[in-house]
């Protein structure tokens, strides 16, 4: 069977406009702006204002038209829209159809939300790179975003300082028959004894939010964090290896990388296993904090159009999230 390339065609991404910064949660919690820089990388984060046009949809309008025009296409050549994501507008219908509502496109084409929390977003992408290689798709947008602000409780330190909203997008599409872009390697994998290591108890079917709940606190994020930066660690660093020798590539030829922005000390061993400098990595965390799903095409986009990653550079993305879900992947941009 012939297999065919994908190529990323053009990328975009939306913040919230409202910027919380650590001092604002010095009055919220006992913490300090210094303890949050230190053991996590972080200084600010955007918390969108969802009641005002900042729906996870609408900043996924937001970042998807930015992709689309970059990427010089037709809105109605797309064949799909996957979003990833845990934090969809409403439990029904997903937040892929109504993009493409809000987008306005009228091909009816497929729309698909990938839950596997902050690794979502190398989840989509595989998924969109296999539908293009075996021909059953040309062009998939591909978005990744997340409004995490209402889901977080805002007066437990131990989470509320991590968290922040936003969303990336891109148009990946079939390449020009000899064109180098391509997605050279990925690697999805998922642990699932660390299912209790993040997690929201309720809100699902289980125990749906009732009068009852509300107090609990069981409708908001709850984590270990130390297990979860131990797991995480180590499962970058066992897909990575895995990408790099799937793709046949040596860590010496990797030009960027671009980690999934939950803390910098993870950042920066992931980047110690890959033998890369701090100046080789993509690190938009002070400014962002985790926004889960989005960090990483949040992060392409930005360095793409400031001309830090260039066309035909080799790039490593490599995510972890709740479940414990991880995954890497190679790219020639
Ligand atoms: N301000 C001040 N002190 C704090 C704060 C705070 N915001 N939060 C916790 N502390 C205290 C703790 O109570 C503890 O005090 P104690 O020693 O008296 O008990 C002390 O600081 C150290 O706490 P630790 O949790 O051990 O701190 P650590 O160095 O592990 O850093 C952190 C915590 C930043 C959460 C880190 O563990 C981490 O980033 N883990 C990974 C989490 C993660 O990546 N989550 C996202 C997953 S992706 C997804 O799917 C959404």
Not at 33 to 54: F, H, L, P, Q, V
Not at 120 to 136: C, D, F, K, S, V
Not at 204 to 217: A, C, H, R, S, W
Not at 301 to 329: C, N, P, W, Y
Request: glycine share 8%; hydrophobic share 40%.
């Amino acid at each position: 069977m012939k297999l065919y390339q994908s190529k990323i065609l053009g990328t975009g991404a939306y913040l919230p406009k409202r910027i919380l910064n650590n001092k604002d949660l010095e009055a919220m919690v006992e913490t300090s702006d210094e303890w949050i820089m230190e053991r996590s990388g972080i200084r600010e984060r955007r918390i969108a204002d969802t009641k005002n046009g900042e729906e996870l949809t609408d900043l996924g309008k937001n970042a998807a038209e930015m992709a689309i025009q970059n990427a010089g296409i037709d809105r109605n050549t797309i064949d799909m829209i996957l979003f990833a994501t845990l934090t969809q507008d409403q439990p029904l219908p997903n937040a892929a159809t109504t993009l493409q509502s809000k987008l306005g496109i009228t091909n009816n084409c497929a729309a698909l939300d990938v839950d596997a929390a902050c690794s979502g977003y190398i989840y989509a992408l595989t998924l969109a790179n296999a539908l293009i290689q075996t021909g059953q798709m040309k062009t998939i947008l591909v978005v990744g975003g997340e409004v995490l602000s209402p889901l977080v409780n805002w007066k437990d330190r131990t989470t509320c300082i991590l968290f922040g909203d936003g969303v990336g997008a891109m148009v990946l599409s079939q390449a020009p028959e000899g064109d180098e872009s391509r997605i050279l390697a990925s690697h999805l994998a998922a642990d699932g004894a660390g299912k209790d290591l993040l997690y929201i108890k309720a809100g699902g079917t289980t125990t749906p939010v009732t009068e009852e709940i509300i107090p609990t606190g069981e409708q908001y994020i709850q984590m270990k964090g130390r297990d979860i930066f131990k797991l995480a660690t180590r499962a970058m660093a066992e897909n990575s290896r895995i990408v790099l020798e799937q793709a046949g590539l040596q860590k010496p030829e990797l030009d960027w990388l671009i980690p999934h922005q939950a803390n910098i000390r993870i950042i920066e061993t992931v980047a110690k296993f890959l033998e890369m400098d701090m100046n080789k990595v993509i690190v938009t965390i002070e400014k962002y904090g985790n926004n889960s799903s989005a960090t990483i095409p949040i992060a392409f986009h930005e360095a793409v159009t400031d001309g830090r990653i260039k066309r035909g550079q080799t790039i490593m993305l490599a995510a972890f999230g709740a479940g414990i879900t991880s995954g890497s992947m190679a790219i020639r941009y």
